[in-house]
């Protein structure tokens, strides 16, 4: 990346480059004829004499390298596919499907050094299918029908679906950044157990990100604070506003459809969405770690996004997610506990699991147990078991097993599709794979 480059070191590299020229130029070697015999004398072709000085420019721009070396830009990810096997509500499904152990995605990652100890970051995640096309090629509307029969919402594509970011980091005051930031429940969730947010986590199963009907792992039109770290402890803030300000639209004589208030907009402010806001607290020093997150959501006037159809929310959701883990040696313990409320006491939710990795050479092997308990002491159970057998740092096959009977019904819409009939509470995923990072 020449981008931002100092215009007096690419002077100074030029007039090196000349007097070493020069330098080759002059009686820094004998001269002789071509083809001499005398004992040890150098022959001076033109060919060499062309290719020393080719040698000393390249090796002058690159004593320069420190003025170019400022900003840079970064590509890194995950692909991750292989066979599954699903049961759920008595219907079984097998085939090859994506993102058993992790989330198939590409990362745009870039910073700016400022000087100082500041420099200027930014991320654009792109999470998509590694086995569906037309998954990666969806189209999105703004317009959001007044009755589900008549929807027309469309699937959304694959680019910048992810985290996207820009801001600021500093070791001295912290980072602030702007975007669909990532929640620092996030940060707990994993920390609590070692199967990321895939088959075995219990994610949108036991336990949400927040309250959203799929169960979000951020919010749109946020800001996020991390404070510098002391003793290994930071602290987060985070806020996405509450925006109520938006009217339906006017009906398409085309189509009949009516743009509602919760329809996407580019716009702030011209569509209408729900409020969230977080704290959060995470340590890690030696063989410990934990984190805690406060995550707070006003659905009250708001309708799911694009959701057609949808009755406006009245409640005000808290979740609470707390989580710990221990390493000895090649082995590493983890705690996970999350209670979600509503100020409506609509529901009372308390989850909790214990999980264990243990790793032999290029084998790692986990399992994460626990239950969730609803406000009726109806009780739903998870087990989780998996193996990564690692080919390389970057590349591993994988298994991955996950039990849950949701006997308290607290399984997410994302994974509870009402086009699965059946009544059976049972929900389970088996998974053989590969993944690679790079």
Not at 242 to 262: D, I, R, V, Y
Request: charged letters at 15%.
């Amino acid at each position: 990346m020449l981008h931002g480059c100092n215009a007096k070191a690419v002077f100074l590299a030029f007039d090196m480059v000349q007097r070493m020229a020069v330098w080759f130029n002059t009686f820094n070697f004998p001269k002789t004829e071509v083809g001499s015999e005398k004992f040890r004398t150098p022959v001076q072709t033109l060919e060499n004499l062309e290719m020393k000085k080719t040698l000393v420019a390249i090796a002058a721009i690159a004593a320069t390298t420190g003025a170019f070396a400022q900003s840079s830009v970064m590509l890194d990810g995950i692909v991750d596919a292989g066979y599954q096997s699903v049961n759920y509500k008595g219907n079984s499904v097998k085939g090859v499907a994506g993102n058993g152990s992790s989330t198939s995605q590409l990362n745009v990652r870039g910073n700016e050094d400022l000087g100082g100890g500041l420099r200027a970051t930014f991320r654009v995640e792109n999470d998509w299918n590694m086995v569906s096309n037309y998954a990666n090629t969806g189209t999105s509307t703004g317009t959001n029908a007044t009755t589900a029969a008549n929807s027309i919402n469309g699937a959304g594509g694959t680019f910048g679906n992810g985290e996207i970011r820009v801001g600021l980091e500093s070791e001295q005051y912290g980072q602030i950044h702007f975007g669909a930031v990532n929640y620092n429940s996030l940060t707990t969730f994993t920390l609590g157990q070692p199967f990321g947010t895939a088959i075995g986590s219990g994610f949108r199963t036991m336990y949400i990100n927040d309250a959203q009907a799929t169960s979000q792992v951020r919010a749109e039109n946020a800001v996020k604070y991390v404070s510098p770290a002391f003793m290994g402890i930071n602290a987060t803030l985070y806020k996405s506003n509450k925006q109520t300000g938006a009217t339906a639209g006017t009906t398409s004589t085309t189509t009949g459809l009516t743009p509602q208030p919760n329809a996407f907009s580019t716009s702030v402010g011209a569509y209408d969405q729900i409020g969230t806001q977080e704290i959060g607290v995470n340590y890690a020093q030696g063989p410990f770690a934990a984190s805690f997150s406060n995550l707070k959501q006003d659905f009250a006037g708001i309708s799911a996004l694009n959701s057609s159809g949808a009755a406006a929310g009245t409640a005000l959701y808290t979740v609470n997610t707390l989580a710990g883990a221990y390493t000895v040696g090649a082995a590493k313990v983890g705690l996970l506990t999350q209670t979600t409320k509503t100020d409506t006491t609509g529901v009372n939710n308390r989850a909790l699991t214990a999980s264990a990795t243990y790793t032999m050479g290029k084998t790692v092997l986990m399992a994460q147990a626990g239950s969730l308990t609803d406000k009726t002491n109806t009780k739903s159970s998870l087990v989780g078991l998996g193996a990564d057998y690692n080919l390389s740092k970057m590349t591993a096959v994988y298994f991955r097993a996950e039990s849950i009977n949701d006997k308290a019904g607290a399984m997410n819409a994302a994974i509870t599709p009402a086009q699965i009939k059946g009544t059976d509470t049972k929900f389970a995923r088996t998974a053989l794979g590969i993944r690679i990072g790079f």
